[in-house]
């Protein structure tokens, strides 16, 4: 049996469309938050079971019977929650439920010592995973390509990106890290401990995608540097909380000193397939919305 966990987000919904093709269905449960938002994932036969991190008591249920269950990494932190607490209960709930593998959506730049804080969690976390007596795999994803739609969708509008000095990224789509993250679930002796980076084969500055942008278009996308200052000021005025905003400012400090700039063939070995580009995210973004 594999448990994953999340189902109901963008990832997690995912990861169980593509972990359904390679095995049984009887084969997979899901654990979400509220399960009244999994009912499509009931009509095709997939268990579904209350589990909350924040509620470390129905963890238990939600994780009984699986050999490995996939944790989708929490945003706590970006509201004022407490993400490790979360992890850690999920980690204890998996051994006492006597789970044998964990596998973790982590990420490519984890490290004790980033400039941007989600990373700070994820190295945290490999340590519990590490000290837990449980095999487990952290899955090192490359950044979200769909975090770069976001922050460019208002420039998309007014024609002018503003943000701080940035760095390259390999920009990765969801997608393409579900299938890779199916792939290691259904094939258990791959990958124990951390991967090599699951990226897309190219990584990009917001220059460069302000210009594919531009491209698409058919009009101009200007790049505008702006200071941190600056940027946190507007954050703060539209309400962000205070960690949002530093995990938004981490995002420009972090890409300047590299931490997200490599480029690995492992995703594209994992898909059998080059993975999807970033003018191709671009593309559909523009033509969906």
């Known amino acids: 049996m594999i448990v994953v966990t999340g189902a109901t987000g963008q990832l997690g919904r995912l990861i169980v469309e593509s972990l359904v093709t390679r095995v049984p269905v009887d084969r997979v449960a899901v654990s979400v938050r509220d399960v009244g938002k999994a009912q499509e994932l009931a009509a095709r036969g997939i268990q579904v079971r209350r589990?909350?991190?924040?509620?470390?008591?129905?963890?238990?249920?939600?994780?009984?019977?699986?050999?490995q269950v996939l944790l989708v990494s929490s945003n706590a932190r970006a509201y004022g929650g407490d993400t490790?607490?979360?992890?850690?209960?999920?980690?204890?709930?998996?051994?006492?439920?006597?789970?044998?593998?964990?596998?973790?959506?982590s990420h490519m730049a984890a490290s004790r010592s980033s400039a941007f804080p989600p990373m700070l969690d994820h190295a945290e976390t490999e340590q519990l995973l590490s000290d837990s007596g449980l095999r487990w795999t952290a899955l090192r994803n490359g950044f979200y390509a769909s975090s770069a739609m976001l922050l460019l969708a208002k420039g998309r509008e007014?024609?002018?990106?503003?943000?701080?000095?940035?760095?390259?990224?390999?920009?990765?789509t969801h997608a393409d890290l579900a299938e890779a993250a199916a792939v290691i679930l259904a094939n258990e002796g791959q990958y124990d401990g951390p991967t090599p980076p699951l990226t897309a084969a190219q990584a990009f500055d917001f220059e460069e995608l302000c210009g594919m942008a531009s491209s698409v278009l058919g009009r101009p996308l200007r790049r505008s540097t702006v200071s941190e200052d600056e940027l946190r000021a507007k954050l703060?005025?539209?309400?962000?909380?205070?960690?949002?905003?530093?995990?938004?400012?981490?995002?420009?400090?972090?890409?300047?000193?590299?931490?997200?700039?490599?480029?690995?063939?492992?995703?594209?070995?994992?898909?059998?397939?080059?993975?999807?580009?970033?003018r191709e995210v671009i593309a559909n973004a523009i033509t969906t919305t």
């Open 84 to 105: 490790l607490a979360q992890h850690r209960a999920a980690i204890d709930a998996a051994r006492s439920a006597g789970v044998r593998r964990i596998v973790y959506t």
């Open 51 to 67: 589990g909350d991190f924040a509620d470390p008591a129905s963890l238990a249920q939600a994780f009984e019977g699986a050999s």
């Open 236 to 278: 703060q005025a539209s309400g962000m909380p205070a960690p949002g905003v530093d995990i938004s400012l981490g995002l420009y400090r972090a890409s300047r000193a590299g931490e997200f700039a490599a480029v690995d063939p492992t995703l594209r070995k994992l898909l059998g397939r080059t993975p999807t580009g970033m």
């Open 158 to 172: 007014t024609g002018v990106f503003e943000a701080p000095a940035d760095g390259k990224v390999s920009w990765t």
